[in-house]
């Protein structure tokens, strides 16, 4: 068995109305002053001013950014950082997807360290933050409340950059399942495909895998086949919810003490490039990936395909597991409703230049098997191909 790391952090606490705890866990710790960073549309969906008025009913100073942006920009963490250090905060609350979140965890490094985010990547030693980070999703995908990385856009080079390390790690996720009942069927399906994407790659991951991570990533996997359909068509099913969030969390857990890789990689650059959804360009990939993974790692995809509820006979090859996984994958986002790249008006035309991106991308270094650009193109290809059939 390999050796393993865990990371401990953050604490966790989970169930509905849990969120309006922050207020008491935040004075709790001695806290003043805060900021709350989340976006408009969360805002405008009403799950913001409950979780705020908790806060102040405790005596505790509220400082508002409300111009998180998806794909979070450079510019808009520079942003909030300033004003976080402007007001002089003493804590950071999130609250929202994994852009609001990916916002905070920037506010969190830059409280303790001069100048911009872009100073920030993940081979950089910064300061660390003495600021407590709360993380309260409001979405069941990205797991971002679990882990000790962060992803922003750069502005200058139009890519996605990492940020990693202690100022990227929550002190307490708040995981409130009542937050999630009002997103529409869209983001929820693209958000849970994410958590199919994160624990799927962290359990076909060659460097750092480890059983810990594995055991996380099956679970995470079995609820998403389980309820992601449900949360999409009945919106308003708690156990559906419920399950999504705990999965969410599963597979954060098991990314943060693995990691992604190939689908991550594909997803990054389709949303720098064409500002495709996180989730469903994870997910347009995802078939392919797994595909691909198999002719070297068909035991740990066909873990996958198992958590997933496929049986498999025993002298099933590698070429029969990767395809059956990655038509599984395949009918299940047709079933949830991820666009194709048709759909989304990405053309072959485009792809060298997606591939370009994925090369440049943090996640290239920790692929499990070698790849290069024609790899890349074929699996960009087959993607194509499945759109074309569903069509």
Known sequence: MNNFHILAKPEMI????????????????????????????????????KIIQAIESEGIEVVHYNGVLPDPPDTVVNEAGELGRKEKVDGIVAIGGGSSMDTAKGVNILLSNPGSITQYGINTVYNKSRTPLFMIPTTAGTGSE????????????????????????????????????GLPAYPTATTGMDVLAHASEALT??????????????????????????????????????????????????F?????????????????????????????????????????????????????????KDDAGSEEIGQAVADTISALNTRIGIPTLQDLNIGRDSFSDIVDLVVMDTTYFSYPIKTNKPSILAMLEEAYLRGEKRD
Do not use: Q
């Not at 060659?206 to 068509?233: C, D, G, H, Q």
């Not at 990939?285 to 198992?306: E, F, Q």
């Open 205 to 254: 991951i060659k460097r750092n895998w480890n059983e810990y991570s594995a055991m996380f990533a099956v679970k995470a996997i079995e609820l998403v086949f389980k309820y992601l359909p449900i949360a999409v068509t009945e919106g308003t099913n708690m156990e559906a919810r419920e399950n999504m969030m705990l999965a969410a969390t599963y597979a954060g857990i098991a």
């Open 146 to 181: 679990m882990t000790n990385m962060g992803v922003i856009t750069s502005t200058t080079e139009n890519r996605k950059t990492i940020i990693f390390g202690e100022g990227c790690t929550a002190n307490v996720a708040i995981l409130d399942p009542n937050l999630t009942i």
């Open 256 to 312: 943060t003490d693995a990691t992604v890789h190939m689908a991550h990689g594909i997803g990054h650059a389709m949303g720098a490039k064409f500002h495709v959804p996180h989730g469903a360009a994870c997910a347009i990939a995802l078939p392919s990936v797994m595909k691909y993974v198999s002719k070297t790692d068909p035991i740990n995809v066909k873990r996958v395909g198992k958590a997933m509820g496929l049986d498999f």
């Open 14 to 49: 989970f169930g509905s109305d849990t969120s309006l705890s922050a207020g008491k866990r935040l004075k709790k710790i001695g806290c003043k002053k805060v900021i709350c960073v989340y976006d408009k549309g969360v805002k405008d969906a009403g799950l913001v001013d």
